[in-house]
């Protein structure tokens, strides 16, 4: 038994401790927002927070998150409070697929808190090695800027 605290929620799941993290979020709490892309920390799809810095939750073991704040794109926003990102990306009119949308603004809610006014190239830094294969790429760089700015 490992208590997870998801979303400001304790969660009591019966997994192995050596349980992806991602598995523990998708399969037995039911938090689908978490992807699962290539299973090697590669691409990006299953970023959570982690204490307030992203991780790839698809090789982060269960027993590493216990005792930590894990916070998915779920706990980021809500419907009617969402972060500036989700708001962005709207506007933006980013999404296509979908899919990658997880990792991409896990990745750079991260980033901002940190980094209040980035440049161009700070952000496409804080952004290397995601993935997209609908090829949003520029779409997301303007979500972001447009956050970093309704942000700062």
Not at 32 to 61: E, N
Not at 98 to 107: A, E, K, R
Not at 119 to 145: D, F, M, N, P, W
């Amino acid at each position: 038994m490992v208590t997870l605290r998801i979303n400001g929620k304790a969660h009591i799941v019966n997994v192995p401790p050596d349980m992806p993290l991602l598995w523990a979020l998708r399969d037995v709490i039911g938090l689908t927002g978490t992807k699962f892309g290539c299973g090697m920390a590669l691409c990006g799809a299953c970023t959570v927070h982690l204490d307030g810095q992203p991780i790839r939750s698809c090789v982060t073991p269960v027993s590493d998150a216990a005792g930590h704040k894990v916070v998915t794109l779920a706990g980021l926003g809500t419907p009617d409070k969402p972060h500036p990102l989700q708001t962005a990306y709207v506007e933006e009119q980013v999404p296509q697929c979908g899919y990658c949308i997880n990792g991409w603004i896990m990745t750079a809610a991260a980033f901002l808190a940190e980094k209040k006014k980035p440049s161009e190239a700070e952000i496409k830094q804080a952004l290397e090695g995601l993935k997209c294969r609908c090829g949003t790429h520029v779409s997301i760089l303007k979500a972001v800027k447009r956050a970093a700015t309704m942000m700062g």
